[in-house]
T-cell receptor, first 109, second 114 residues
Framework: GEQVEQLPSSLIVQEGASVLINCSYTDSASVYFPWYKQEPGKRLQFIIDIRSNMERKQNQRLTLLFDKKTKHLSLHITATQPGDSAIYFC????????FGDGTQLVVKP | DTTVKQNPRYKLARVGKPVNLICSQTMNHDTMYWYQKKPNQAPKLLLFYYDKILNREADTFEKFQSSRPNNSFCSLYIGSAGLEYSAMYLCASSRLDWAYAEQFFGPGTRLTVL
């Protein structure tokens, strides 16, 4: 079945820095790639998504890039703030959804 | 109201005893999901309901049951809890076109089996 891998598993940055979270998947049948974040003590929350017929999507400080050939995604967060501290989950979906193990981001003030 | 609710938030169970977890949503979503999440691991899909049709994952087929008496409610039932069932159980819902739709998650139920 589908396997989703995220790297790095954790990141610590200073406020204002940019970060890049990488995600790879194995099943070429996956067509939809939503990302979620989970702030400490809170529920998983949708943040951005992309479909397999797109290469790039931007939502404010978030940019999601998708490479169908290499089965790779990357989430770029600019001008990070302490409030961005959370675990970020990549996922891949066809008729099932599979999540990565998450990337823990800590943004220090 | 875009809230998914789960009850109870914490559940303590004895090995071999049944466990029933409840989820509700008022967004009139067609699809409801149950995930199991353990620390530092990915949420793992256990099963989902599309309308009244239950789909269970092959590797957890015999371990979990579910019911959906109406559009708003969905339960997760463990007939005989084992230590390995200790985890956070997440409920989520999404609209009709589930393969391309964001999911709305509940806060989770933390199950501890002793």
């Amino acid at each position: 079945g589908e396997q989703v891998e995220q790297l790095p598993s954790s990141l610590i940055v200073q406020e204002g820095a940019s970060v890049l979270i990488n995600c790879s998947y194995t099943d070429s049948a996956s067509v939809y790639f939503p990302w979620y974040k989970q702030e400490p003590g809170k529920r998983l929350q949708f943040i951005i998504d992309i479909r397999s017929n797109m290469e790039r999507k931007q939502n404010q400080r978030l940019t999601l890039l998708f490479d169908k050939k290499t089965k790779h995604l990357s989430l770029h967060i600019t001008a990070t703030q302490p409030g961005d501290s959370a675990i970020y989950f990549c996922s891949a979906s066809n008729n099932r959804i599979f999540f990565g193990d998450g990337t823990q981001l800590v943004v220090k003030p | 109201d875009t809230t998914v609710k789960q009850n109870p938030r914490y559940k303590l169970a004895r090995v071999g005893k049944p466990v029933n977890l409840i989820c509700s949503q008022t967004m009139n979503h067609d699809t409801m999901y149950w995930y199991q999440k353990k620390p530092n691991q990915a949420p793992k899909l256990l099963l989902f309901y599309y309308d009244k049709i239950l789909n269970r994952e092959a590797d957890t087929f015999e371990k979990f049951q579910s019911s959906r008496p109406n559009n708003s409610f969905c339960s997760l039932y463990i007939g005989s809890a084992g230590l390995e069932y200790s985890a956070m159980y997440l409920c989520a819902s999404s609209r009709l076109d589930w393969a391309y739709a964001e999911q709305f998650f509940g806060p989770g139920t933390r199950l501890t089996v002793l």
